[in-house]
């Protein structure tokens, strides 16, 4: 029998990466959460407070799905959007890991197939397996990662999907892998084998990745660190390239197999961005003549001194070429650590350091090099920075967006870390700011609630998220409303409304 898949898309809003991973901006379509009325603590004993390794909470149209990398509980866990509560949970025995699981960022997809209605499924991946489940929970299948290749293939960063239907992920070994969402069949696997000049020597290696790519049609942008193979002389660290790669994920409309990489100097599938380590997934947007505009970090040597930079690629129709670059004059110590946010309609970028935001404006129509514009300092993003208690804030984590169409302004969720006067111990908060959708980018704090709470409500200490808190849609009274879920690196799951 012949299973034929008649679509394929994200389910609700997608992922946190929606906007990196797609172009659709559903997320920005919803209305901001200018306040909180309940701040619902998941309580659970089912549920892992750990979550230090994931990219975030994941939304769809009925339920959030977060990951958890401790052994001694699921590595996925479903809510209810109303009250919180668990709607379901992966078995002990799925995902497996000894120390941490290591769980992939989530997709949360609806398929129709062979002409039925759409269906909601859930596919995530760690260094052992695949799995796909149900809306409900069920497992639909499994497909382990030595079926791909013998001596493993590393972690999946993020789970995306192609035009052609299929399922396709990087790992942190340099693979890139396409399986059918249906039976989790292998379609291809290849490793980004590569060899880059760096001072007149040739190294040979491959390209790895601990980011989410942007996947759209049927090609995969990926920002990739060159791992060098055991050399004579080593390849310094500081000086190794870090390229955005175009991977072409079907070589005709028959041959379904990912083309293999091989720069050519008159159509490269590679354009250099920097040194040392790309951070962030590069959030990305298509214009409305097709062209593919991303956004991508890496590192630039300035007097010995590694600053961050800011890089617009562009693809037409297969050219692939560099817009725009731009060096931020960051503190020393000071790194970009999340990824870029792009709202798509504004053509407003936002790049975070750990202690200061930068607004871009209108950048489709930068070009060349590009000044930093006048950082946003994180203290002036959330009101507690005034509490005479706190030391510093930094901000924490990747953004979320939302748009209000009728203030026409961006509103801006992200993970504040803050350190008191007295004492080392950091609090996270989850704070919100907004800021004009365009001209100047005068940015004024909404809200805050903290990120750690005692049974008594005693607000308690810790880091809050690495993730993205993810927006979701629910009915409140008959009205849509906008909530957000964060999953916390040691405190447990926090739900917003």
């Known amino acids: 029998m012949t299973v034929t898949i008649d679509s394929f898309e994200a389910d609700g809003f997608g992922c946190p990466m929606a906007h990196c991973n797609r172009t659709d901006d559903s997320l920005h379509d919803l209305p901001p959460l200018r306040s909180v009325e309940i701040a619902l603590p998941i309580t659970d004993p089912i549920v892992s407070p750990r979550a230090t390794i994931h990219l975030g909470a994941f939304t769809g149209e009925t339920m959030a799905v977060c990951t958890y ?223 593919v505009i991303l956004f991508a970090h890496a590192h630039a040597l300035n007097d010995g001194r590694l600053l961050p930079s800011i890089t617009a690629i562009e693809d037409h129709a297969g050219c692939f070429t560099q817009r725009w670059r731009c060096v931020l004059e960051a503190e020393f110590g000071d790194d970009v650590y999340a990824a870029p946010a792009l709202h798509a309609d504004s053509r407003t970028l936002l790049v975070t350091t750990l202690n200061d935001v930068y607004v871009f404006r209108n950048v489709d129509q930068l070009a060349g090099q590009v000044p930093a514009p006048r950082p946003l300092p994180a203290c002036q993003l959330i009101s507690l920075a005034n509490d005479p208690r706190v030391a510093e804030v930094k901000v924490g984590s990747p953004f979320g967006l939302a748009y209000d169409r009728d203030a026409h302004e961006i509103v801006a969720y992200t993970n504040f870390r803050l350190k008191p006067r007295h004492g080392f111990i950091n609090y996270g908060f989850l704070g919100a700011f907004a800021l004009p959708a365009t001209g100047a980018p005068m940015a004024r704090p909404v809200w805050h609630q903290p990120l750690a709470v005692s049974a008594k409500g005693t607000i308690l200490p810790g880091l809050g998220t690495f993730g993205q808190p993810a927006l979701f849609r629910y009915d409140r009274g008959g009205a849509p409303a906008t909530g957000l879920i964060v999953n916390t690196v040691f405190t447990g799951t926090y739900i917003f409304k």
């Not at 379901?88 to 890991?97: A, F, I």
């Not at 596919?123 to 001596?151: H, Q, S």
């Not at 052609?164 to 399986?179: F, M, N, S």
């Not at 989410?212 to 390849?235: C, H, Q, R, W």
């Open 69 to 291: 990398d401790s052994p001694l509980h699921p590595a996925m866990v479903a809510y209810d959007y109303q009250t919180g509560a668990v709607k379901w949970t992966s078995p002990l025995e799925d995902l497996p890991g000894l120390f941490q699981r290591w769980p992939s960022g989530i997709l949360l997809a609806k398929i129709a197939i062979d002409g039925g209605p759409k269906q909601h499924f859930v596919f995530v991946a760690n260094p052992i397996e695949f799995v796909a489940y149900t809306a409900n929970g069920d497992r639909l299948w499994k497909r382990r990662a030595t079926d791909i290749a013998a001596a493993g293939i590393g972690l999946p960063t993020s789970l995306s999907y192609t035009d052609a239907k299929e399922l396709v992920c990087a790992t942190t070994q340099g693979w890139v892998i396409k399986l059918d969402p249906i039976d989790g069949r292998v379609i291809d696997a290849q490793q980004l084998n590569a060899q880059v000049c760096v001072d007149g020597i040739v190294y040979r290696g491959a390209f790895t990745t601990t980011k989410s790519p942007a996947v759209i049609g049927n090609v995969m942008y990926l920002i990739a660190d060159f791992e060098a193979k055991v050399t004579i002389p080593p390849l310094n660290p500081i000086v190794s390239p870090v390229h955005v790669l175009r991977i072409e994920l079907s070589r005709s409309a028959s041959d379904r197999r990912i083309k293999p990489i091989g720069y050519n100097a008159e159509s490269p599938d590679r354009i250099l961005i920097g040194f040392y380590k790309g951070t962030g997934s590069p959030p990305a947007y298509v214009t409305t003549d097709g062209r």
